[in-house]
């Protein structure tokens, strides 16, 4: 049906105010915006962080002008211009954040609701421990804290460091469900080695206990960068030009998504390359791990360069290019499809 709906205006005033003095609405003046017809409505708009320029500058400011004890975290959030400053969202689910650690501080233990990830930006010397776990942050490491998993960052090197956090604090937050508990002490380091990056580094092959209990739920909780660059460049010889070399991160016991909502992926644009990638329901942010280039999002053409951080809406068209000749780029991307696939609603288009 696509007639027109009765409006409010339509209704006696008295009884339309009745209604809402019993906390009563009638729906048809709100269909059509609850629901409307074959595309969703979209406040977020394609969006563009410049690293270099912009937020870097901002953040080393925040570094002089709040100690850390002042802040816990460290971080200028990623606001989309179309939700609006206080709504701390990149898009309708994702939380974006740039945190900054000086070298000896540290940011306190605690556990929360919603997960997060980190993607190192830049810095050495910068970890985080996660279930008793030291894990390095290398540029371009992608670490999980899984909900309900303590966790807190520390510092031995002699630079600042950087990193993207990425958290589904949206969604969470907005099923009033966002909470977090204070640690108050430092966690016991149990395992020194990374021994979960170690024991799951190749694929293929997994630890032969593995298949002698049920699987973990999060078995693996950092990524190195230099195994994910590695795989795209190989993965880039076997794959026609034009279709996007694009690799998953994957829990390694189930081969399923390793977060419960957010989805992790890197993909390798090869030197002049242009992909156009398949329109999906979910929303999704990019974040240039290295090389430049433009990302086209609904039409819009956002020009990045290393470090940058982008935006798109759910439903975009994205179409991505490299702007070297000689050198690949490099993309990290988020997405919330594995809460679509898990709700059932999740969609890929043909077009
Ligand atoms: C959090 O726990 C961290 O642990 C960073 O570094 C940013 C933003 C909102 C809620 C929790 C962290 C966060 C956060």
Redesign the pocket.
Known sequence: MSTELGRVEDLPPDYYNGLRSRNMMPLWPSLRAALPFDMPSRRTKPALWRYRQEVRPDLMRAGELTPIEKA??R?L?LCNPGLGLDE?KATPTI?I?L?LILPGES?PN?K?T?S?V?FVVEGKGGY?VVRGEKLPMHRGDLIL?PPGMW???GHDGNEPVVWL?A?D?PLVYGVEA?Y?VDGHKSQVITDPLNSSAVRFAQGGVVPYATLNRPRGDYPMLRFAWNNVRSTLVELARVTPLGQAVHLAYVNPETGRECMPTLGFSAIMLRPGEEVRLPRRSSSAVFHVVEGGGSAAIDGEVLTFEEADTLAAPTHATIVLSNASKTAPAFLFMVDDAPMQRKLGFHEVFDR
């Open positions: 816990e975290r971080v959030v701390l939380y954040g945190q940011a605690h929360h919603p997060a980190r985080t804290t966790h807190e960052h956090d958290l604090l966002s977090c």
